[in-house]
């Protein structure tokens, strides 16, 4: 069974910097590409970025809200992927949902519990 | 805003059947097959519902169905159920620059 779990998130202020985790099992993590999503508090799901497999180039893409200041990375002897958040602004605020798949067609079956990221003076 | 317009709310009675809607542009729903749609509760992750327009994952009831015309995705729940009480939200591949897009979401009332 797939099981991703993330941490890292909390409560940070505008301009501050905060790295979220998640660690998988359940399937082989290196052959993935992992994937972030995230929802601000009462609203709709939103696209963050991907990481493709080492095998595929490892290469990563993000959306426009979030790049510059975000960044993905894995570590596939640890099974685990990584959000670096640099420069958060208040509208960062949201629960950030690590996933897994083979490629990235927004068919997501694989999900995280989440974490929530509050960017708050 | 959302890069799909899906409508804020639908509702139904228990047996009747309903629509969601999702629009999009020749950018995304139009012109790719890679259509899903996600159910969520209160506090819960998303589950995937329908993938590729028209395919249900295992486990997930038949009362669901996704169909697409042009620019506009739907996702049909037949037999409403209390349970199906949630917010579904569509997505769909936009292309090798903008990836994955999502809508807005419907809030879905089983009165």
């Known amino acids: 069974e797939v099981q991703l779990l993330e941490s890292g998130g909390g409560l940070v202020k505008p301009g501050a910097s905060l790295r979220l985790s998640c660690t998988a099992s359940g399937f082989t993590f290196s052959n993935a590409w992992m994937i972030w999503v995230r929802q601000a508090p009462g609203k709709g799901l939103e696209w963050v970025g991907h990481i493709k497999s080492k095998t595929e180039g490892g290469t990563t893409n993000y959306a426009a809200p979030v790049q510059g200041r975000f960044t993905i990375s894995r570590d596939d002897s640890r099974d685990t992927g990584y959000l670096q958040m640099n420069s958060l602004k208040t509208e960062d605020t949201a629960v950030y949902y690590c996933?897994?798949?083979?490629?990235?067609?927004?068919?997501?079956?694989?999900w995280g519990r989440g974490t929530l990221v509050t960017v708050s003076s | 805003q959302s890069a799909l317009t899906q409508p804020a709310s639908v509702s139904g009675s228990p047996g009747q059947s309903i629509t969601i809607s999702c629009a999009g542009t020749t950018s995304d729903v139009g012109s790719y097959n890679l259509v899903s749609w996600y159910q969520q509760h209160p506090d819960k992750a998303p589950k995937l519902m329908i993938f590729?327009?028209?395919k249900r994952p295992s486990g997930v009831s038949n009362r669901f169905s996704g169909s697409k015309s042009g620019n506009t995705a739907s996702l049909t729940i037949s037999g409403l159920q209390a349970e199906d009480e949630a917010d579904y939200y569509c997505?769909?591949?936009?292309?090798?620059?903008?990836?994955?897009?999502f809508g807005g979401g419907t809030k879905l009332t089983v009165l």
């Open positions: 997505c769909s591949y936009a292309g090798s620059s903008t990836f994955v897009v």
């Open positions: 996933i897994t798949d083979y490629n990235d067609y927004g068919d997501y079956d694989s």
């Open positions: 590729e327009v028209t």
